[in-house]
């Protein structure tokens, strides 16, 4: 950790603070990867069908409109937009290489 010149050493109850604080992030993101296997699980079953019924992976219009809405969602919760939209383009890729490896797999 970076210490600045002049800066108090923490106490012993804000290092307490601080160790609850990352155990409460640790539990944030063992929900997170919770909430992303159920996402890819989801992601994967529509997979399924677009190969049944010969649909292409890729559905840009239904990952413009999932980020838009991500994006006005993040920031009605005071979220930066840009960012969020970029965290989910990168979960959309995901989902896709996960249905593909699912056509490719047989
Ligand atoms: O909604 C779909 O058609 C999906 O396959 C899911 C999903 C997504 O991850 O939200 C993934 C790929 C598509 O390009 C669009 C959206």
Redesign the pocket.
């Known amino acids: 950790m970076h210490t600045s010149p002049g800066a108090n050493q923490p106490t012993h109850e804000e290092l307490q603070q601080l160790q609850q604080l990352r155990l409460d992030i640790d539990g944030v993101d063992d929900e997170i990867l919770t909430a992303l296997v159920r996402?890819l699980s989801?992601?994967r079953a529509?997979?399924e069908i677009?190969q049944r019924t010969g649909q292409p992976?890729?559905?840009?219009a239904?990952?413009a409109s999932?980020v838009t809405r991500a994006a006005a969602r993040a920031r009605d919760a005071g979220l930066p937009e840009q960012e969020m939209r970029a965290l989910y383009w990168q979960?959309?890729a995901?989902?896709?290489r996960a249905?593909l490896r699912d056509v490719t797999s047989g």
């Open positions: 996402r989801l992601a529509i997979g677009k992976v890729l559905d840009p239904r990952e999932v979960l959309m995901l989902a896709r249905q």
